[in-house]
């Protein structure tokens, strides 16, 4: 699938992710500025918090208790549109998500 990352500066990153990767993993990979995924994606940060487009977000499904626990803690504003990027995963219904990367 293909994922898109919009950055605070305008720029974008595009790369082809594998099914069942996590979002995190992928803009890890890939050197997105601001995914940072310190825990590993174990659910133990907000380091890789997205905010998914608005066409994207029924798709990506909403946070669980525990993930909306740690929005909370995120450094950037959150907002309805707000995931920990390590709990969305790559699939072909997801082929070209598009997620913005908060200004830290």
């Avoid at 069942?20 to 994606?41: I, L, S, Y």
């Avoid at 450094?75 to 990367?101: H, M, N, Y």
Wanted: glycine letters at 8%; aromatic letters at 4%.
């Amino acid at each position: 699938m293909k994922a898109i990352w919009k950055l605070p500066n305008g720029e974008e990153i595009t790369a082809e992710v594998s099914d069942g990767t996590n979002m995190m993993q992928a803009a890890v990979d890939n050197n997105v500025p601001g995914v940072v995924g310190e825990c590993g994606g174990c659910l133990s940060c907000a380091t890789c918090h997205v905010y998914v487009d608005p066409a994207w977000v029924e798709k990506t499904g909403v946070a669980d208790d525990f993930e909306d626990a740690m929005l909370d803690v995120a450094e950037a504003e959150r907002t309805d549109q707000s995931r920990l990027s390590c709990q969305i995963e790559a699939s072909g219904e997801l082929d070209g998500l598009v997620l913005i990367v908060p200004q830290a």
